[in-house]
Structure formats: structure tokens, C-alpha cells
């Protein structure tokens, strides 16, 4: 079992079991066995899904730890409100991790794998990004062109992105 804390600093903890499973897919129509299927680059794959929505992810996070925030008098509600940034990434470092633990010894090595694989691009990507935002040219091409749209007075300047003038219809 994994466990992680909301922004009202209250911890849940994650345990991914058959029940777990067939509550999450009653309450959201979501099968969690989807995971070993999909890629998170596809949008249509359930890690592509959770990926892209932080909403479904928190709904499945709540679905999970459902019993746990009965018992605590957590509505729904309650725990989205206690849901973003880092909260988000610990439940979902938590999620994926009992979800890796919930399948046999083979697929949960390949899982833990994938997972491993994903967290190094996921680093890739947000270090190559940094540095392109670091680069002193980008904010030098970015003040050229915000000139280049901006008269001296301040106003907008024309540009082939504006909309043509009316022109009178032929009658």
C-alpha cells in the first residue's frame, strides 16, 4: 500500500486490490486493467486518458480510496478541493505504483519498467523544455515580434492577421 497527502494535509492511502478494481470501473466506468494495454502518448489508451485529465485522475484516485474517505466523512467534493500540484503527483505516483504491484510478478516487472521509462522522459521532456525557455533567444525573437505588432503609440499594429476590410457587394 502507497499512501500520499492532500493539500488539507490528510493521507490516503492507495491499495489496489480485485475490489478496488471493480469499484473504480461501478462508480466511473473506468477498468484500471486498461493500464498494462495502453501508452500514455495514446489519448484513447487509459494512462493516455488519466495523462490528460486531471479530473478523471483525481475521480479514479478518489474511487480507490473511496471506503477510506466514507470513513473520514470526505465527500467527493472534499477531496477535489484538496486535489492540485503536488497533490496530484503523489496521488498519482501512488496510484501507479499499487497499480504495478497489483499485477503478477511478470507483468508487474514489465510495469515497473514502463513506469520507470515514462519517468525518465517525463524528466527529459520538462529539462529540454526549461532550457528552451532559458535560451536567451527565444526571449529576444518574442520582443522582436511582440514589436513588430505594437506601433509606438501602443496600439496594434496592422498585419496580414487582421480582418479584411468590408468591401461593398456587387448589386
Same mark, same amino acid.
Given at each position: ?14 491499495a ?22 495502453g ?10 486518458r ?27 467534493e ?9 497533490a ?24 515497473r519498467?514502463? =513506469?520507470?521509462? /515514462?519517468?525518465?522522459?517525463e524528466?527529459? $521532456?520538462? @529539462?529540454? +523544455? #526549461?532550457?528552451?525557455?532559458?535560451? !536567451? *533567444?527565444?526571449e529576444?525573437?518574442? =520582443?522582436r515580434? /511582440? ?5 509606438? $503609440?501602443? @496600439?496594434? +499594429? #496592422?498585419?496580414?492577421?487582421?480582418? !479584411? *476590410? ?6
Open positions: 500500500m502507497k499512501t500520499f497527502n492532500d493539500n488539507a494535509g490528510r493521507t490516503w492511502t492507495v489496489i486490490n480485485v475490489d478496488t478494481v471493480k469499484r473504480v470501473k461501478s462508480l466511473l466506468s473506468v477498468n484500471l486493467m486498461e493500464v498494462i494495454e501508452r500514455k502518448d495514446d489519448p484513447e489508451s487509459l494512462l493516455g488519466l495523462s490528460s485529465d486531471p479530473v478523471l485522475l483525481c475521480d479514479v484516485i478518489y474511487a480507490v480510496c473511496k471506503p477510506e474517505a466514507d470513513a473520514k466523512g470526505v465527500t467527493d472534499d477531496f477535489g478541493r484538496a486535489m492540485a500540484g503536488d496530484i503527483d503523489m496521488g498519482t505516483q501512488a496510484l501507479l505504483e499499487e497499480l504495478c504491484d497489483f499485477f503478477p510478478q511478470g507483468r508487474r516487472k514489465l510495469l519498467k514502463a =513506469l520507470e521509462k /515514462l519517468r525518465r522522459l524528466t527529459l $521532456a520538462l @529539462n529540454a +523544455a #526549461e532550457t528552451k525557455l532559458d535560451d !536567451p *533567444a527565444l529576444s525573437r518574442l =520582443l515580434e /511582440l514589436s513588430d505588432t505594437i506601433d509606438s $503609440a501602443g @496600439n496594434l +499594429a #496592422e498585419s496580414s492577421a487582421s480582418p !479584411p *476590410a468590408a468591401t461593398p457587394s456587387a448589386s
